[in-house]
């Protein structure tokens, strides 16, 4: 199969690309090396993915809808999974334009693209922000999301909606996705675990929002690509909804949102310790007010992932840390 992959330089797409490959799939990864985070990471990713002949890279921005219909037209992919976004809530605080540019516009041309190669099936990543003032849990996939807490949750909402016309309009089969707090080897440098690892390691004091009580439906990296995985095959059909669980199928398109999490919040201070832990050393904690725009907990309704998938993440917090933890020790990141 010919998938095109955007982000493969990306935590997600990096190891989504490697899992494909390794299955004998043919990807073709897109990628604009931005410098949201040091760009050294990005690349020592995709030089892993360019020791295998199945993965072919294009470095190019989605804003660049040229550049990426001519990747497009060459590709002739069967499967879209478009991962690129400009990612974290934090930063969308900073500099919201570049969440406009890349989450909004690079996302419409990838609708565009897909429509031009009348794809077999279009997945892209959301985000479990998109729940945002929700207060319901656990979270589900027909519950109503209309009060976004930050422009990144927003925008990622927006790309749910621009899909869903694009599905109807176009009858592209698309797959939306919702990430719960995916972590792992090779993540990103802003993410809370390569931030307390990294603290704890160097005796700097990690800060803990909310004095702590905070909640995350953790979803290991391996457990979130397996689910994506068996998604590209459950290929929406409208008029032909699951069994097993309130689907979210559209009534008016072959389209679906999905939630990846494995329904088990943990506490961010069981998190944090289970980190110190393996690490064999405390950390120095700065406990902090809540964050502008953050939520105290999230918590997914996996049961229509299960029913389309047969599956749903079950890796424990603490084999999740454990696998951070030995690569970050092997890779010793620099910064």
Request: net charge negative.
């Amino acid at each position: 199969m010919r998938v095109l992959v955007t982000g493969t330089a990306g935590f997600i797409g990096f190891h989504l690309a490697r899992r494909l490959i390794r299955d004998g799939h043919e990807v073709w990864g897109v990628d604009g090396m931005t410098t949201y985070y040091d760009v050294r990471l990005k690349q020592a990713r995709h030089a892993q993915l360019k020791k295998h002949n199945g993965f072919s890279e294009h470095l190019l921005m989605l804003e660049d809808a040229e550049a990426l219909d001519a990747v497009t037209e060459q590709a002739r992919p069967e499967v879209i999974v478009h991962l690129a976004a400009q990612a974290g809530v934090r930063y969308s605080l900073e500099n919201p334009r570049a969440y406009v540019d890349s989450n909004l516009v690079g996302t419409f041309n990838v609708l565009e693209a897909a429509r031009k190669a009348e794809v077999g099936h279009l997945l892209l990543a959301s985000t479990s922000s998109a729940y945002g003032a929700n207060t319901n849990m656990p979270f589900g996939e027909t519950q109503r999301a209309d009060h976004p807490l930050t422009l990144y949750a927003a925008t990622k909402k927006a790309t749910e909606e621009m899909s869903h016309s694009y599905s109807h309009l176009w009858k592209i089969p698309t797959t939306a996705f919702r990430f719960f707090t995916v972590y792992g080897p090779w993540g990103r440098p802003d993410m809370a675990l390569y931030k307390f690892v990294r603290g704890i390691l160097e005796d700097q004091p990690i800060d803990i929002y909310n004095d702590g009580d905070m909640w995350r439906d953790f979803t290991f990296i391996d457990d979130l690509v397996e689910s994506i995985v068996r998604l590209i095959d459950a290929v929406p059909v409208e008029g032909e909804p699951v069994a097993g669980a309130a689907d979210s199928l559209s009534p008016a398109a072959p389209w679906r949102l999905v939630n990846i999490g494995g329904g088990h919040p943990v506490k961010l201070l069981d998190f944090i310790e289970a980190i110190e832990r393996r690490l064999g050393k405390p950390a120095i904690r700065n406990y902090m007010p809540m964050q502008k725009g953050d939520v105290p907990k999230t918590f997914a309704d996996a049961s229509l992932l299960e029913a389309l998938t047969g599956y749903r993440p079950s890796t424990t917090v603490e084999q999740g840390v454990d696998a951070f933890c030995d690569w970050y020790l092997e890779y010793k990141p620099e910064g």
